[in-house]
């Protein structure tokens, strides 16, 4: 199964017949998943912990008009909302397009997908290991707030949380990008 799952998502990140960084990326937030899932003992089936990570940023590559018709015919309410926020689209798009191409069905690798840029309160332990290794895997994460997070992530998955999203939020602040109302939910509860 993993083989050829891996080989879709190659497919999928294969632009001109070059292999987009993306994928590369993504080879790390498996290996960093499955890592966190056996170094807290959290005993999720492997299996999810792999599709959960191989197709959280499947929809990155999606044209920005694709993405909003699907957010539009998926998430009536948040539709909206999402508007303003581009760089998040892809994370809820994501959950529509693993299930519908990649017949992933399982809801709670849905939700890992859809929440992985934004968190949210009170995540599963699939959810948190998505979206810790999206921000913390070795292949592409190399700045120096990624790194003092992963180290963390070995200590406190919630202390990992808290520590990426205040440093996205100070990050998108910086970059005068507004904040989603999820993103500032999420760091309230993990604070
Ligand atoms: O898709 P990746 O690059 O692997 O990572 P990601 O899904 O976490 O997306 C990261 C981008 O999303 C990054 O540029 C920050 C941005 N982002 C996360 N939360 C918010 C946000 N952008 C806005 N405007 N508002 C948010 O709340
Ligand atoms: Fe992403
Ligand atoms: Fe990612």
Request: aromatic share 10%; glycine share 2%; charged share 30%.
């Amino acid at each position: 199964m993993y083989k050829e799952i891996l080989e879709k998502v190659q497919k999928e990140f294969t632009i001109n017949q070059k292999l987009h960084p993306r994928y590369y990326h993504t080879i790390g937030v498996i290996e960093m998943a499955l890592t966190l899932n056996y170094h807290h003992q959290l005993n999720l089936d492997p299996a999810k912990v792999f599709l959960a990570s191989a197709f959280h940023d499947i929809a990155k590559l999606l044209d920005k008009e694709s993405m909003l018709t699907i957010l539009q015919q998926n998430f009536l309410e948040e539709a909206n909302e999402l508007k303003d926020y581009p760089a998040v689209w892809h994370s809820f798009v994501g959950a529509v397009y693993a299930k519908e191409k990649y017949q992933i069905n399982d809801e709670e690798i849905l939700n890992a997908i859809k929440y992985h840029t934004t968190g949210r309160p009170n995540m599963t332990d699939l959810e948190k290991i998505v979206f810790i290794s999206d921000y913390i895997e070795k292949n592409t994460r190399t700045e120096a707030s990624m790194i003092e997070a992963r180290k963390l992530a070995y200590n406190n998955l919630d202390e990992a949380v808290k520590k990426i999203l205040i440093d996205t939020i100070a990050y998108l602040e910086k970059n005068e990008k507004s904040i989603y109302r999820l993103t500032k939910d999420t760091l309230e509860f993990y604070k």
